[in-house]
């Protein structure tokens, strides 16, 4: 799986969405952050590739 922008989006919104091998759901609390902040905590991310 590509840690592409629309990967980070669901990710950040929903973490139990994507469970990668060797980690266990509910590992990441559900924090419920509005869509502006989503966007933002994205593109800040995309700078650090």
């Known amino acids: 799986m590509t840690a ?3 990967y980070l989006w669901e ?3 929903r973490p139990n969405t ?3 091998k060797g980690y266990f759901p509910d ?3 559900t924090v419920f952050f509005n869509e502006a902040e989503i966007d933002a905590m994205v593109a800040y991310i995309k700078t650090l590739e």
Do not use: F, L, R, T
């Open 11 to 13: 990710s950040i919104k």
């Open 4 to 6: 592409d922008g629309e």
């Open 27 to 29: 590992a990441m609390p």
């Open 18 to 20: 994507h469970i990668i």
